[in-house]
């Protein structure tokens, strides 16, 4: 059963930076491509970034330049360092999962979910 586990959110100030982790469990982690999608209240979730296995990554228009997607295999856990944040970037940012090593901007392409941590940045 794989599991996800998001934490590192919070409340900062526009132009601050958090680090979001995402500890997996229950899968071959160095086999598969992680995520990182968001959703504001009332609107859809959308990718954010995402790294494959062989540690190619894919960031979203809106958070290029800003945001930086990691992972460490050895400790099964996926990271978002986010930088220069602004207010549009407050929502529930989600970990999620999928095997190979194709990027996809789908939600409904990827197989696991993590719980969501919150990040909210207001001054």
């Known amino acids: 059963q794989v599991q996800l586990e998001e934490s590192g959110g919070g409340m900062v100030q526009p132009g601050g930076s958090l680090r979001l982790s995402c500890a997996a469990s229950?899968?071959?982690?160095?086999?598969?491509?992680l995520a990182w999608f968001r959703q504001a209240q009332g609107k859809e979730r959308e990718f954010v970034a995402a790294?494959?296995?062989?540690?190619?990554?894919a960031t979203s228009d809106s958070a290029q330049g800003r945001f930086t997607v990691s992972r460490d295999n050895a400790k099964t856990t996926v990271y978002l360092q986010m930088n220069s944040l602004k207010p549009e970037d407050t929502a529930q940012y989600y970990c999620?999962?999928?095997?190979?090593?194709?990027?996809?901007?789908?939600?409904?392409?990827?197989?696991?979910w993590g719980q969501g941590t919150q990040v909210t940045v207001s001054s």
């Open positions: 999620a999962s999928k095997g190979g090593s194709f990027i996809s901007v789908r939600a409904g392409s990827y197989d696991d």
């Open positions: 229950g899968l071959t982690f160095s086999s598969y491509t």
């Open positions: 790294v494959t296995s062989s540690g190619r990554s």
